[in-house]
């Protein structure tokens, strides 16, 4: 899948607890990114069963169908609390084990103590099939950060810039800068 701008409409993924959205007047924000949790959950499920044919799961297929909705940050977060969850499955790979530990998960306690981010967990699919995607997703993400930005580093303009020779300065202009 080629790197495509996705929809501006895609609501960002909220990265608190509700306590310190309630806290910092930002519950709008926390609900609107929950629902899209949610809705991005299901999704998957339901891209899953939708390209699963003949004992093979078109991944390509699948990302290509959610990423432009929700986008790949959304993705790998939910992605990231499935294999968190499920760290003890045997169907997730080590390598996605691995990456899912790297992805900051912020615990979303209630005062009871358990724990919000259980309803996030993709469990309506095979773990075999969501690990696949978690494969895709990484991949994907690995292809983004590999891909030059559209405005260069400073750093590279220097570098590639030809170094230019400082214009002679006449030998009494030197003594009168003195």
Request: proline residues 6%.
């Amino acid at each position: 899948m080629d790197k495509k701008e996705y929809a501006a409409e895609i609501t960002p993924v909220y990265r608190q607890s509700a306590a310190y959205a309630r806290e910092h007047g930002e519950l709008d924000a926390y609900r609107a990114s929950n629902k899209a949790n949610m809705q991005c959950k299901e999704a998957i499920v339901d891209a899953i069963h939708a390209n699963y044919h003949d004992n093979r799961l078109d991944t390509k297929a699948t990302l290509a169908q959610l990423a432009p909705k929700f986008g790949l940050e959304r993705m790998s977060y939910l992605l990231a609390v499935t294999v968190q969850f499920k760290d003890h499955d045997g169907r997730f790979s080590d390598a996605n084990k691995a990456w899912a530990k790297s992805v900051p998960v912020i615990p979303n306690g209630t005062e009871w103590g358990n724990d919000r981010n259980v309803y996030l967990v993709v469990d309506q699919a095979h773990p075999g099939l969501v690990d696949l995607l978690v494969t895709q997703v990484r991949k994907e993400l690995a292809q983004e950060k590999e891909q030059p930005t559209k405005k260069p580093s400073i750093l590279n303009k220097i570098r590639n810039s030809p170094v230019k020779e400082p214009a002679a300065v006449p030998k009494k202009q030197k003594e009168e800068v003195l």
